[in-house]
């Protein structure tokens, strides 16, 4: 099982860009999928964004689609979220997570998140 810190959130007004890191710690990250996720006040856990270990193409929501670039660098042990044109129902905490990827949804691994990190998006 790997450990996962997410790092990268901030505050930045409509229309810019963040770029999220998740760094895992532990063996074989080539192996694993991973999902980007996020919360909003008073709202549910949703999708963002996954990638599969064998592919180079990432799956995404449709809230984020051709606003959002998920990515990795196996030579890291890193997991990229680049978010522009950011709007402000963008702001959420965003969560990394091992995901098993079944049928084109990204089912998370049990004790497989992150801490989470927060981005605010401003009007």
């Known amino acids: 099982q790997l450990q996962l810190v997410e790092s990268g959130g901030g505050l930045v007004q409509a229309g810019g860009s963040l770029r999220l890191s998740c760094v895992a710690s532990g063996r074989a990250f080539s192996r694993y999928s991973f999902g980007w996720f996020r919360q909003a006040p008073g709202k549910e856990r949703e999708f963002v964004a996954a990638l599969h270990f064998s592919s180079p193409n990432a799956k995404y929501s449709d809230s984020v689609k051709d606003r959002f670039t998920m990515s990795r660098d196996n030579t890291k042990n890193t997991v990229y979220l680049q978010m522009n044109s950011l709007k402000p129902e963008d702001t959420a905490v965003y969560y990394c997570?091992?995901?098993?990827?079944?049928?084109?949804?990204?089912?998370?691994?049990?004790?497989?998140w992150g801490q989470g990190t927060q981005v605010t998006v401003s009007s």
């Open positions: 997570a091992m995901v098993n990827l079944v049928a084109g949804t990204a089912i998370p691994v049990k004790n497989g």
